[in-house]
């Protein structure tokens, strides 16, 4: 009897050791996790992928929301998850970049933890001011900074955020300070600048077109590379601090030892689905825009984001909670 359980072991064990088929991934559900609740935009963004990805493979892709911790949660749960390509998370920048860094809780990395599967899209930082104040550009802002350091008040979000790191990065490249004040969220902050409590504020630009629109905030400037559709008139932060180029994204995760043929399907799936003019269209009414990559390209670039803002954090000696 012995001998016939052994054998059956040892090829129930073999079964499992066989390689996933990327041609016959996938064949069941597949969850993504998002790091954020319900309506945010990480959620928002993966609804988007996961409506596409189910319509073009045929199988259902939910989204589950994991918040809580800045990401802790949601990381958590899936090193729980097998390799398999059934469990992914949508990870905000940082939430994958900046939370291993600035909470002690994190027992993760990034690079150490996951594989990238795909890179979906990418957000600007937008500085905006209250129309009551006298800041008519970016300009303005910096020479008020570099004569009074410490005295410009300049809002974000969020402790540890892409904003928040966006303007301690301009200080260190301008070689000044500005008083920081990072709130619990958006709307708190954004109400602070408009009611004047806060001269300036930054922040991803989806929540702040439309009050730039409506005469409720004078936009500054934006990060990005060049003039976005749309807000052509509006300056380039890089005009007035050098190199002052900076993005929020989001990129789908795997758990590390993923099966490269899986992680392939799925770079290909989700770089269609951004090809797509109403995935492209809904994209833009959330202020983000598609980022298509290679799996190489998208890990080279998660790498370069993760040095490039651990590096703003330790220059400015933010130290983890």
Known sequence: MKRPLLALALLAGSMLALPVRADAYPDRMIRVLVPSIAGSAPDIIARQVAERLSSAWKQQV??????????????????????????????????????PVMYREAKFDIQRDTAVAATVAYTPMMFVAGTATTYKSLSDVL???????????????????????????????????????????????????????????????????????????????????????????????????PGLVAKGWFTIFAPKGTPVPVLDRINAAVNQSLAQQPFIDRLKDLG??????????????????????????????????
């Open 143 to 241: 020479r008020d900074g570099k004569a009074r350091p410490d005295d410009v008040v300049i809002g974000s979000p969020a402790r540890g955020s892409v904003p928040h790191l966006t303007a301690e990065m301009m200080g260190q490249s301008q070689n000044t300070r500005f008083r920081q004040v990072s709130f619990s969220g958006t709307t708190q902050a954004i109400q602070a600048v408009v009611k004047g409590d806060i001269p300036v504020y930054v922040d991803g630009i989806a929540p702040l077109v439309p009050l730039v629109r409506a005469g409720r905030l004078r936009a500054l400037a934006v990060t990005s590379d060049a003039p976005l559709p749309g807000l052509e008139g509006i300056a380039l932060a890089k005009e007035a601090a």
């Open 62 to 99: 939910i989204v589950e929301n994991k918040p809580g911790g800045n990401g802790i949660v949601a990381m958590s749960a899936l090193k729980q998850a097998p390799a398999d390509g059934y469990t992914l998370v949508l990870f905000h920048a940082a939430a994958a970049v900046t939370t």
């Open 288 to 321: 983000t825009y598609p980022m298509p990559m290679s799996r190489a390209d998208g890990a080279r670039f998660i790498d370069a984001e993760k040095a490039r803002w651990e590096k703003v954090i330790a220059e400015a000696g933010v130290k983890p909670e």
